[in-house]
Structure formats: C-alpha cells, structure tokens
C-alpha cells in the first residue's frame, strides 16, 4: 500500500516503494494525477530494456556498461506514448535551479528530479557513491526541508537544501546540471494497446538492430569477449575493479541487470493480458529465466571480485556465461518480435 501525505496547497501525494528510481517516479506521478500505470508498464512502454558496454566511456574510471536506455529517456517515451505533457528544465545556476524547484512546489504541483546518490544524506552509507542519474520527487517542504519521495525507497523523507543542491549539481559524467522536470497535462483516459506495441517494437530494435557492436545483444558478446582478456590486456587488479563495476552496474544501480529482465517480464506479462496473446505470456517465463541466468553470472563473478572461494569460475567461464545471456536474449527478442501485436 502507498503512503498518503499532505503537502502544501491541501496537495497529496501517494508514495510507493518500486524496484527502479525512473519507472517509479513514473508510476507515482502518474498516479497523483489519478493516471494508474504501473512500474512494469511504465518500463516496457518506455523500452527500458537495454545493454550497452562503451569502454571508451569511463564511470569512476572503469568502462561503462548499462542494462537500461540512457537515464530520462524512459520518461520521455512514456510521455509522449501516452500523451502526457511535461516540462523539463536544467541549469548552470544552483541559486536559479533551487529557486525554480521552489516556485514550482508552491504550487502545489510534484517535482521529479535528477541527483546524485552520494550526496543523498538519507542513503546508507554503503549506497553513497558517484552515480549521477537517480531519479526522485520533491513533493512540498517543511521548515527550509524538502519532502521527498524516492521510490526506492520504503517510506519518504526529507532532505536539507544544501544536501539536495549538492545532489542535483553533482560534477562528474554525466553532470545532472539540476534537471527538475513535472506534468502539466495529464489525460484521465489512455488506451494502452498502441504504447504497448510502440514500446515493443523499440525495444526488439534496440536489442537486436542497432549496427555497433556496443550495443543490444552484440554488446553482451561485445563485453564477453573483453571480459575473457581482462587479467591478460589490464592486469589482475584492474580486471577485479572492472569485473566489480559490471556487477554494480547489474545488482546495484537501479534493479541491475537481473531486475530489468525481470520487470520487463512483468511488463509482458501485464501486456499479454491487454493485448490477449498468450505468446506474450510464454516469454515472460522465458526472460524470467534469462534473468536467472544474469544472476548467476553476477554471482560467480563476486566470488572471483572476493577471491574467497576455494575453487572459483575464471574469467573465461564469466565470458561463457555471458555469451549465454547474449543467445539467450537474441532468441527472445527474434521470438518477440515476430508476435502479432
């Protein structure tokens, strides 16, 4: 059940706990504006399912890797899916950019943002590193502190303005520059058929269509192949600090790797039921076991990353399970792909 809390103007907004900050944020916004979405839906409308590895791009200097679109492009998509109307601000001015989150929450009206968890005092401490694209709302604000729904987590909260500003003008890549952005225009009534198969149809291209080898199932061969050279091309130490950034990125940003699959199954699941076609209901199960698979990997790859097991996997046998999360999602989403929506 949500939380139900007064803020300024009579305004309430209803807090739910939800696996992913951006799909969640979604979901609750939504849902003050009496349009019920829910997280899945808002994942596989948006087309959240993704995998990218980009070496050349470096996150507290090790390679990127990614199991989701690029941060806010869910929301955008979802939006314009729906067509629901929104606004979207960034700044270069911390004064303006707080001022204007101020303006907006007299009134009355639920302000999603972009932050940085490590400068969200309300984290545990074991959470607070440099990860620049967590989404949360601001809701209202009592005294000088502000009200804060963060969907991952159980309750609100509040947050001061000076750990607030630092989160939302967080330096490093990629800088959140202060991005607030909110509805002005929600419909009442929506049919979800077509979002469905627009959300669909992007994510089978996505996955399976884009022609670099950095992306979509190319990308999960992509990274196997580099992650069997490891030791040998970076050394044994930066091998462990690599390995440990890719199952971060799976398990700890967001729901991860395992968790998107997961959620996108739940999203099929749903779908299969709006649009009445089994198929779709079959490869829910199917990406659920993928997602079996993806956590598998991550553990076996922390138990090389803490080198506590007697007999640990090697590298090349990551690599080989990674080469089977690749086949296994290109059969998926060729087998999605082809289903008549």
Same mark, same amino acid.
Not at 128 to 137: E, K
Not at 172 to 191: C, M, N, Q, R, T
Not at 217 to 225: E, F
């Given at each position: 059940?949500?939380?139900? $809390?007064?803020?300024?103007?009579? #305004? ?7 696996? !992913? ?10 849902? !003050?504006?009496?349009?019920? #979405?829910? &997280? ?5 409308? @948006?087309? @959240?399912? =993704?995998?990218? !590895?980009?070496? =050349?791009?470096?996150?507290? %200097? ?12 869910? =929301? ?10 929104? &606004?979207?601000?960034? =700044? ?9 989150? +101020? /303006?907006? *929450? ?36 009592? @005294? ?5 729904? +963060? ?58 269509? #884009?022609? $670099? ?12 192949? /580099? ?8 050394? &044994? ?19 991860? @790797? ?16 709006? *649009? ?15 997602? +079996?698979?993806? /956590? ?5 790859? %922390? ?14 046998? $990551? ?11 290109? *059969?998926?989403? /060729?087998? *999605? ?5």
């Amino acid at each position: 059940m949500g939380e139900v $809390l007064e803020v300024m103007n009579d #305004i309430q907004f209803n807090h739910e706990q939800t696996a !992913h900050c951006e799909s969640g944020v979604i979901s609750n916004i939504f849902r !003050h504006y009496g349009l019920h #979405i829910s &997280e899945p839906m808002a994942f596989g409308i @948006g087309a @959240g399912i =993704f995998f990218a !590895h980009l070496p =050349f791009v470096k996150v507290n %200097g090790v390679p990127g890797t990614t199991y989701r679109v690029v941060p806010g492009a869910i =929301f955008k998509r979802v939006c314009k899916r729906l067509g629901v109307k929104i &606004e979207s601000q960034t =700044f270069s001015n911390v004064e303006k950019g707080m001022q204007e989150l +101020d /303006r907006i *929450l007299e009134t009355g009206t639920p302000v999603g943002m972009l932050s940085s968890v490590y400068y969200l005092p309300y984290f545990p401490a074991s959470y607070r590193f440099h990860f620049n694209a967590h989404n949360l709302v601001a809701y209202g604000k009592s @005294g000088e502190n502000y009200r804060i729904s +963060d969907p991952i987590m159980e309750t609100v909260t509040e947050i001061d303005p000076k750990s607030l500003a630092e989160a939302r003008f967080a330096k490093g890549f990629p800088a959140p520059k202060g991005k607030l952005y909110y509805a002005v225009d929600v419909p009442k009534e929506i049919s979800l058929q077509e979002p469905i198969r627009q959300g669909i149809n992007q994510a089978c291209h996505d996955m399976l269509k #884009i022609p $670099l080898p950095m992306f979509g199932v190319s990308g999960i061969r992509y990274l196997a192949k /580099r992650l069997k050279q490891y030791p040998e091309k970076v050394g &044994e130490r930066k091998a462990v600090l690599y390995l440990g950034n890719i199952i971060r990125m799976q398990e700890e940003i967001g729901t991860g @790797g395992a968790g998107f699959r997961f959620m996108y199954a739940a999203f099929l699941q749903e779908a299969a039921g709006i *649009l009445q076609r089994e198929e779709l209901s079959v490869l829910s199960g199917e990406l659920t076991k993928v997602g +079996d698979i993806w /956590r598998n990997f991550a553990f076996n790859a %922390g138990r090389v990353c803490k080198s506590r097991a007697v007999n640990n996997v090697s590298y090349a046998e $990551l690599s080989e399970m990674l080469m089977q999360c690749a086949a296994e999602e290109e *059969l998926l989403f /060729r087998k *999605l792909s082809k289903v008549k929506i």
